[in-house]
């Protein structure tokens, strides 16, 4: 395990209210992560994304780091525009 994580356990072990917010918290962060990863891979930058996407480099910054209230269609516009398919699983 790592410093981070075992730091995370620590801090859901004493704070419960941090405990109670981190998971969802992590996951629109991750999402977030996942499409700055997949537009960097695709060799775009935010500028070259928000062109083809018809909507200016702010508006791919707030999606990549405020991913919370994303739409499914936004996701699927932005997976498209990279050339990728989005695919989402329930687990």
């Keep these: ?5 075992k730091y995370i356990e620590k801090r859901k072990a004493r704070d419960k209210e941090f405990e109670k917010n981190f998971d969802s918290g992590y996951e629109h962060f991750k999402i977030g992560v ?3 990863q997949a537009r960097e891979e695709s060799g775009l930058t935010q500028e070259e994304l928000a062109l083809k996407l018809n909507t200016k480099k702010s508006a791919i910054s707030r ?4 991913a919370e209230d994303i739409k ?3 996701l699927d516009k932005f997976a498209k525009a990279l050339g990728k398919r989005l695919r989402l ?3």
């Design 34 to 36: 996942l499409l700055k």
């Design 63 to 66: 999606i990549e780091n405020h």
């Design 89 to 91: 699983e329930v687990a």
């Design 1 to 5: 395990m790592s410093d981070l994580q």
């Design 72 to 74: 499914l269609s936004t």
